[in-house]
């Protein structure tokens, strides 16, 4: 039951995620011709889970997920090499994806404290993933023995670490996998309240890295997993169950950074299930309407106008309203390198005409 439910899911999931990452591509590429260094190192992270994924089936097909007594000699290699593949991939497709999103932070907020927090959590996933491969690769002396030992165990145990420093090392990354994901998946949320959005919108805007979340609840599924297989012999039938929770933890990373690309899509194409972002979110010119909301005017135009030309410079818009006489000065700091409707926060200010 375990073997086939790894093989559906990691099948099913190939088949999602090349249709999200294309949405990504397509909206960064072809639509908003916005691509950038994250969308790059996104691609690599996919093409790096999707070879993960590939190996985890044919590891099981082969007999991962059966008592050591039911696995049939002739299947040990294929087995145990394409696992030993699989577990070097996941390593990099987590490094890659995580490094791709923090790079997407950068293009959304240039301050230094933020830069200063990316910066640093890229280091802690960089090195997280250098000692994640290194330990999978050189696990055993040399590597090979991994997958000729054949199912004997004594000579795995005069070439290989010891099971209690494996464990030692896992249950370490594990912890620091769980930590830093929590600190990828919550440290945009305070740009995203500085932001120039309604209320509803930065709800929305959240949301969406809040998704990350669950990400992070796979990755501690995972780590519990990992430490079941300290107390089994039967380790081989437990790998297949917790390289669910291995797959699942990086696609719905891929997934949830991804969705930023949805609202470009779907205003291209789907209008009607989105709702126009221009008709909603405008600077009102002489007019607000109760608690300090701005009401409609005929003199408003599209907050989405004034983001993403004007990167890097210091703009001003003035606009006048010849009925109320109000002068709107509107100062936009350097913009982001975002064109999905993100934009910086913007000062305002009001200059009474009297006639």
């Given at each position: 039951m375990?073997?086939?439910?790894c093989?559906?899911f990691?099948?099913?999931?190939?088949?999602?995620?090349?249709?999200v990452?294309g949405?990504?591509?397509?909206s960064?590429?072809?639509?908003?011709?916005?691509?950038g260094p994250?969308?790059i190192?996104?691609?690599?992270?996919t093409?790096?889970?999707?070879?993960?994924?590939?190996?985890v089936?044919?590891?099981v097909?082969?007999?991962?997920?059966?008592?050591?007594?039911?696995?049939?000699p002739e299947?040990?290699?294929?087995?145990?090499?394409?696992?030993?593949?699989?577990?070097?991939?996941?390593a990099?497709?987590?490094?890659l994806v995580?490094?791709?999103l923090?790079?997407f932070?950068?293009?959304?907020d240039?301050?230094r404290?933020?830069?200063w927090?990316v910066f640093?959590?890229?280091a802690v996933?960089i090195?997280?993933?250098?000692a994640?491969a290194?330990?999978?690769?050189?696990?055993?002396?040399?590597?090979?023995?991994?997958?000729?030992?054949?199912?004997?165990?004594r000579?795995?145990g005069e070439?290989c670490?010891?099971?209690a420093?494996?464990?030692m090392?896992?249950d370490?990354?594990?912890?620091?996998?769980?930590v830093t994901?929590l600190?990828?998946?919550l440290?945009p949320?305070?740009?995203?309240?500085?932001l120039?959005l309604p209320?509803r919108q930065?709800?929305a805007?959240s949301?969406v890295f809040?998704l990350?979340?669950?990400?992070?609840?796979a990755a501690?599924?995972r780590?519990?997993?990992?430490?079941?297989?300290?107390?089994?012999k039967e380790?081989y039938?437990?790998f297949?169950?917790s390289?669910?929770w291995?797959s699942?933890?990086?696609y719905l990373a891929?997934f949830?950074?991804?969705t930023s690309?949805f609202k470009?899509?779907?205003?291209?194409?789907?209008?009607?299930?989105?709702?126009s972002?221009?008709?909603?979110?405008?600077?009102?010119?002489g007019s607000?309407?109760?608690?300090g909301?701005?009401?409609?005017?005929?003199?408003?135009f599209?907050?989405?106008n004034?983001?993403g030309r004007?990167?890097?410079?210091r703009?001003t818009?003035?606009?006048?309203d010849?009925?109320?006489g109000a002068e709107?000065?509107?100062q936009?700091?350097?913009t982001?390198?975002?064109?999905?409707?993100i934009v910086p926060k913007?000062t305002?200010?009001?200059?009474?005409?009297?006639?």
């Amino acid at each position: 039951m375990t073997q086939r439910a790894c093989i559906g899911f990691n099948a099913s999931f190939i088949i999602f995620i090349v249709f999200v990452i294309g949405i990504r591509l397509y909206s960064r590429f072809g639509i908003t011709k916005s691509g950038g260094p994250d969308d790059i190192v996104m691609i690599a992270g996919t093409i790096a889970t999707i070879v993960m994924s590939i190996c985890v089936i044919i590891s099981v097909t082969n007999g991962l997920g059966l008592i050591i007594a039911d696995i049939p000699p002739e299947s040990w290699k294929p087995m145990l090499l394409s696992f030993w593949i699989s577990r070097v991939f996941y390593a990099f497709a987590l490094m890659l994806v995580k490094i791709a999103l923090l790079l997407f932070y950068l293009r959304l907020d240039h301050r230094r404290r933020m830069r200063w927090i990316v910066f640093g959590l890229m280091a802690v996933v960089i090195a997280t993933g250098i000692a994640h491969a290194g330990i999978s690769i050189f696990e055993c002396s040399p590597p090979a023995i991994f997958w000729t030992f054949g199912g004997n165990f004594r000579i795995f145990g005069e070439h290989c670490m010891t099971a209690a420093t494996q464990q030692m090392f896992w249950d370490a990354t594990g912890a620091i996998v769980v930590v830093t994901d929590l600190c990828l998946w919550l440290c945009p949320l305070p740009m995203v309240w500085s932001l120039q959005l309604p209320i509803r919108q930065k709800i929305a805007v959240s949301a969406v890295f809040a998704l990350g979340i669950v990400s992070v609840a796979a990755a501690c599924t995972r780590f519990y997993y990992v430490r079941k297989l300290a107390s089994t012999k039967e380790i081989y039938q437990q790998f297949a169950e917790s390289l669910i929770w291995y797959s699942l933890e990086i696609y719905l990373a891929i997934f949830c950074g991804c969705t930023s690309a949805f609202k470009v899509f779907l205003r291209k194409h789907f209008p009607s299930l989105l709702g126009s972002l221009a008709s909603k979110t405008r600077y009102v010119l002489g007019s607000s309407g109760k608690n300090g909301t701005a009401r409609m005017t005929a003199s408003s135009f599209p907050l989405q106008n004034l983001s993403g030309r004007h990167a890097g410079r210091r703009t001003t818009v003035a606009a006048v309203d010849p009925q109320r006489g109000a002068e709107l000065h509107n100062q936009l700091s350097p913009t982001n390198d975002s064109k999905e409707a993100i934009v910086p926060k913007t000062t305002t200010e009001w200059d009474t005409q009297k006639e």
